[in-house]
T-cell receptor, first 113, second 111 residues
Framework: GDSVTQTEGLVTLTKGLPVMLNCTYQ??????LFWYVQHLNEAPKLLLK?????KRTEHQGFYATLHKSSSSFHLQKSSVQLSDSALYFC????????????FGSGTQLTVMP | EAAVTQSPRSKVAVTGGKVTLSCHQT?????MYWYRQDTGHGLRLIHY???????EKGDIPDGYKASRPSQENFSLILELASLSQTAVYFC??????????FGEGTRLSVL
């Protein structure tokens, strides 16, 4: 069945350093991929989305490129800030329309001063 | 501004009791969803609906019922709450062309 894998459960970095959070997926469909960010005790909020192969998408300093050849959609930022500390989820929708998202287990990013 | 409002924000229930979680959206969205969040599992889809008076099973529907009496309202019902249903529950809505917009969540503790 369809699935999303996030290999890092916890990432701790010092402010100003680059970060990459891994996301790989499995599906037999032509998927839509998403990154959601959830700050403590808040709702998950959409950060990025893509369905276009090999096209970089960016928002709020974060960026990701969907690579269908490797089934990956890694999230990156060149310089993390304290406010980036949050839980990041990669999610998959096997098709458009119903948007029944399949989430990865999440990566907790903690940025230290 | 688009909004999804959940009530209550937190609840303590007893094992075997009935629990109803409510969700209201003002976005004029056709699609509504209920997800459950557990540590280490991300969010998992319980039930969803794409039109009033109709609901569909998601990936983990056992032990849950859903009700969509109107386009704006979507409830999640636990007829016989169990310890294993302690979790944070999120409601979301979508118009089918945009990624789902989530509510603030309901923290449910079953004792």
């Amino acid at each position: 069945g369809d699935s999303v894998t996030q290999t890092e459960g916890l990432v701790t970095l010092t402010k100003g350093l680059p970060v990459m959070l891994n996301c790989t997926y499995q599906t037999t469909y032509s998927p839509f991929l998403f990154w959601y960010v959830q700050h403590l005790n808040e709702a998950p909020k959409l950060l990025l989305k893509s369905s276009t192969d090999n096209k970089r998408t960016e928002h709020q300093g974060f960026y990701a490129t969907l690579h269908k050849s490797s089934s990956s959609f890694h999230l990156q930022k060149s310089s993390v800030q304290l406010s980036d500390s949050a839980l990041y989820f990669c999610a998959l929708s096997p098709s458009s329309g119903s948007w029944q998202l399949i989430f990865g287990s999440g990566t907790q990013l903690t940025v230290m001063p | 501004e688009a909004a999804v409002t959940q009530s209550p924000r937190s609840k303590v229930a007893v094992t075997g009791g009935k629990v109803t979680l409510s969700c209201h959206q003002t976005n004029n969205h056709d699609y509504m969803y209920w997800y459950r969040q557990d540590t280490g599992h991300g969010l998992r889809l319980i039930h969803y609906s794409y039109v009033a008076d109709s609901t569909e099973k998601g990936d983990i529907p056992d032990g849950y019922k859903a009700s969509r009496p109107s386009q704006e309202n979507f409830s999640l019902i636990l007829e016989l709450a169990s310890l294993s249903q302690t979790a944070v529950y999120f409601c979301a809505s979508s118009d089918g062309s945009q990624a789902p917009l989530f509510g603030e969540g309901t923290r449910l503790s079953v004792l």
